[in-house]
């Protein structure tokens, strides 16, 4: 991050991500004054995350067939993810936009899997 001090502003520059500059007012008692960040508008379009808990009530191949179906998997991959979860409490089961794994959420709830976005 860089700090470049100009009249009575200071600029953040920081150059791995240029969106997120700010530039504070340092005058009148110091108050600060950023600029808007434009991300926020964009926010429910940001990419999400369906994660897969492990619980001890389903068995692997259930869940394995679950994978499948809901998230289109392949054989490999579901396999993967269900050890994953199991090993580890929890799997990130697939990436995209919230709209997509809400109907992929509820489908494996529906089965009786434990799922969450992030």
Same mark, same amino acid.
């Given at each position: 991050?860089?700090?470049?001090?100009?009249?009575? $502003?200071?600029?953040?520059? /920081?150059?791995? &991500?240029?969106?997120?500059?700010?530039? =504070?007012?340092?005058? !009148?008692?110091?108050?600060?004054?950023?600029?808007?960040?434009?991300?926020?508008?964009?926010?429910?379009?940001?990419?999400?995350?369906?994660?897969? $808990?492990?619980?001890?009530? /389903?068995?692997? &191949?259930?869940?394995?067939?679950?994978? =499948?179906?809901?998230? !289109?998997?392949?054989?490999?991959?579901?396999?993967?993810?269900?050890?994953?979860?199991?090993?580890?409490?929890?799997?990130?089961?697939?990436?995209?936009?919230?709209?997509?794994?809400?109907?992929?959420?509820?489908?494996?709830?529906?089965?009786?899997?434990?799922? !969450?976005?992030?």
């Amino acid at each position: 991050m860089i700090f470049l001090k100009i009249r009575k $502003y200071t600029v953040i520059f /920081n150059p791995l &991500n240029v969106k997120r500059n700010a530039i =504070i007012d340092m005058g !009148e008692g110091n108050r600060l004054h950023k600029q808007q960040n434009y991300d926020s508008q964009k926010n429910h379009n940001k990419e999400k995350n369906l994660i897969l $808990y492990n619980d001890e009530v /389903n068995d692997f &191949n259930y869940v394995i067939e679950s994978l =499948i179906e809901v998230c !289109e998997h392949d054989n490999v991959q579901a396999e993967q993810c269900t050890y994953l979860a199991h090993y580890h409490g929890k799997c990130e089961v697939k990436k995209g936009v919230y709209q997509e794994l809400k109907v992929m959420k509820d489908a494996l709830i529906e089965r009786g899997l434990q799922a !969450e976005i992030y």
